[in-house]
């Protein structure tokens, strides 16, 4: 995606060790909150909250005994379109930044990125120390202390 996109360069606050569910809600809220807090927030932004708010339920429904339809519902909802990056964007991210300030993104935590892996499982980028980076497949039940959710934003 061609665009100019400001991204955090930690994951939100309160977004690790909860399940992507509860990381959407978490994102929700950090929009209201923090975000646009005393601003009005974009007419897409709210349409993606609202969304989320009406397939929450149904989603939570499933996320244990389907987690497959789970992960596709939560990676196709608009809020985590518009606020999670693509692997390869985080990973970019990473690099430029690394390059340009010779310091690493993500070096002891994890964000889950919106895509799927060919498993069903949701991508997540992260542990980028100094052997590497690593990109895995998580299921969306997953509570993880280092797994948590890094804020993008397109402008």
Avoid at 12 to 31: D, G, H, R
Avoid at 72 to 92: A, F, G
């Amino acid at each position: 995606r061609a665009s100019w996109v400001l991204v955090s360069k930690d994951v939100i606050p309160n977004s690790l060790s909860k399940n992507f569910l509860q990381q959407t809600e978490v994102i929700a809220s950090y929009l209201k909150t923090d975000i646009f807090k005393d601003q009005e927030m974009p007419e897409v932004y709210k349409e993606a909250i609202e969304e989320f708010e009406a397939k929450k339920a149904g989603i939570q429904a499933i996320l244990t005994s389907n987690w497959q339809e789970a992960a596709k519902q939560l990676s196709e909802l608009k809020i985590n379109q518009l606020t999670r990056q693509l692997p390869v964007e985080t990973m970019y991210d990473f690099l430029i930044y690394f390059k340009n300030n010779k310091k690493r993104l993500l070096e002891s935590k994890y964000t889950w990125t919106y895509r799927r892996a060919s498993a069903g499982r949701l991508v997540s980028f992260g542990g980028a120390d100094a052997d590497g980076a690593s990109v895995d497949g998580w299921t969306s039940v997953i509570v993880d202390g280092l797994l948590g959710v890094a804020f993008s934003r397109s402008l």
